[in-house]
């Protein structure tokens, strides 16, 4: 079990680098950082999955980043969408 910090700081880092990756699609910036964060949602609920982690429990987990990769996909997505 990680620290609270730790978990965060996992987090942020992967934030940079899904952000850096989107950069050089060549799809779009919105678009590729869109695609990247589900393929995060769906690794760290099967992370999540295997390692039997308990949804909704008093520490943070990849549950948790699941959560904050969805909320992400959903705001880049609305912000992304022409028109």
Do not use: Y
Not at 18 to 38: D, K, P, Q, V, Y
């Amino acid at each position: 079990m990680l620290s609270p910090a730790r978990v965060i700081a996992r987090f942020a880092v992967r934030v940079v680098l899904l952000a850096a990756f989107a950069a050089f699609g060549s799809i779009g910036f919105g678009r590729s950082l869109a695609a990247l964060l589900w393929m995060s949602i769906v690794l760290c609920a099967t992370v999540a999955l295997l390692r039997r982690e308990q949804l909704f429990g008093a520490v943070l987990n990849h549950w948790d980043e699941c959560a904050a990769f969805g909320a992400l996909f959903a705001l880049v997505h609305l912000a992304s969408k022409p028109g």
